[in-house]
Structures are given as C-alpha cells and as structure tokens.
C-alpha cells in the first residue's frame, strides 16, 4: 500500500509501525530520522501535483494541521483522504487506530503502551492555574478543546484560556501577566521557547520549559510523553 502523510505525527505513527508504507511525507516531518520517502512540501501549502504524481492509495491528514483547499484539491484527482479529528487524548487513540487500520496495519505495540502509560497516571491531587504560550510577535496560547489542554488537565494544570472562544486566542501579553496564573509552561514548539527567550516575559512566575513533541504529538511519543510531561510539569 502506498501512503502519503500530511502530518508529522501520524508520519511518525505510520513509518515506526510500517517503514515501507510511506511513499510522500512533508518537509516539517522529521520523525523518525532517516526518512527516505519523497518530500512534497508544507502541512499548510503541499504540492498537491506531487502528491497526485506519486500515485498514494491514502493520503492522511487533520482537520487542524491542513487546508481544507488542499484536501479538496487532492479529492478532486482522485485520491482517498483519511481526515483525523484529534482534540483529546481519547480521540487521539481512537483516530491512530482508524489510521493503522486504513494503512492496512495491525494495531501497533507502540499504542498498547501509550494507552497504558497514560492509564497508569495517577489523578491529580491539586490543579495549578497556568497560562500556555504556544507563540510570541504576537502572544499566542492555548485556548478551548486543544489536544495539548486536554494532556495538561490530565497532570494537573487547568489552563485559565480553556473556555476561551478561540481556541488558539491572542492575548496581549500585560493580559497574559494578570490572568492570573500560578505557572507557564512553554513547549519548543511551534514556537521554539527557551531558557532565555520566553520566561523573561512573565517576571515573579514560575516557567516550566517542556518538550513540545511531548504536549503537541499524537503518535509513538505518546508513550513517553506521560512521565516526561509530568516530570517537567513538577
């Protein structure tokens, strides 16, 4: 089966399980090292003659990472796309599984133990207040129904942005700073923060640097995601 990937995540998900499948993956898919499948261009602006060019049999994407010009571009030369829908970690599991099985794959070790990483979590005791940056030039942070809020309510952090209308709001950042919160916690991606470039903006609170792939991917980072997270998040 030929399979062309749209998403780093499900790129991942796919080439760990089954290496061959892939035949096209994009240019922001890095996971697993050693890709060899043809790059066709962004999440956001793929070379849909490409893609078509390369004759997939499925093409994976998500409602949230691609354009549904693009979908729809692809769908009109012919070609099979599995739309994924993942705002919880519940449908992230659901949707892998619907995907290993479009893909023509048995269900992957790698899920059997992200399932269990997460079950095994104890509940939360206490829940912080925590803002979410996601960008800056300008502000952004996580608002409603997110993959990545649900992961943090999980480990105990309630997002103060979560019923916010957007779900990726920009916010002013003297908002940001009397929201508020008793933490931010900045992923290193998209946007990438570190030490020096993010915690400076947010004086007297305490940041949690973290692993962006850990809070943003669904995939076989699943699985270590529960403990690091939960370590970083401390």
């Not at 952004?140 to 779900?167: C, K, P, Q, S």
Request: aromatic share 6%.
């Amino acid at each position: 089966m030929r399979v062309v990937s749209l998403v780093p995540s499900l790129t991942e998900a796919v080439a760990v399980t089954a290496p061959g499948r892939l035949v096209g993956v994009t240019d922001w898919c890095t996971r697993p090292a050693g890709l060899t499948a043809a790059r066709i261009g962004g999440t956001k602006n793929p070379d849909t003659a490409a893609v078509a060019a390369l004759r997939p049999d499925l093409v994976l994407a998500n409602e949230e990472e691609n354009r549904e010009a693009d979908l729809d571009a692809l769908r009109a030369a012919g070609l099979d796309v599995l739309v994924t829908e993942i705002r919880t970690l519940d449908q992230a599991f659901a949707e892998l599984e619907r995907v290993l099985a479009a893909c023509g794959l048995p269900r992957a070790r790698w899920l059997e133990d992200s399932r269990a990483a997460w079950s095994a979590l104890p509940p939360p005791r206490v829940t912080r207040p925590a803002i979410v940056p996601v960008w800056r030039r300008p502000w952004m942070v996580l608002g409603r129904d997110t993959f990545a809020g649900d992961l943090l309510a999980r480990l105990g952090i309630r997002n103060v942005y979560a019923d916010h209308r957007e779900r990726y709001p920009r916010v002013p950042l003297a908002e940001l700073n009397a929201a508020g919160a008793e933490l931010v916690v900045l992923p290193d991606e998209p946007y990438r923060f570190t030490a020096t470039d993010g915690p400076e903006a947010f004086p007297g609170l305490p940041a949690a640097l973290i692993d962006g792939r850990h809070l943003t991917w669904y995939g076989p980072s699943l699985a270590e995601a529960a403990p690091a997270l939960r370590a970083g998040l401390r």
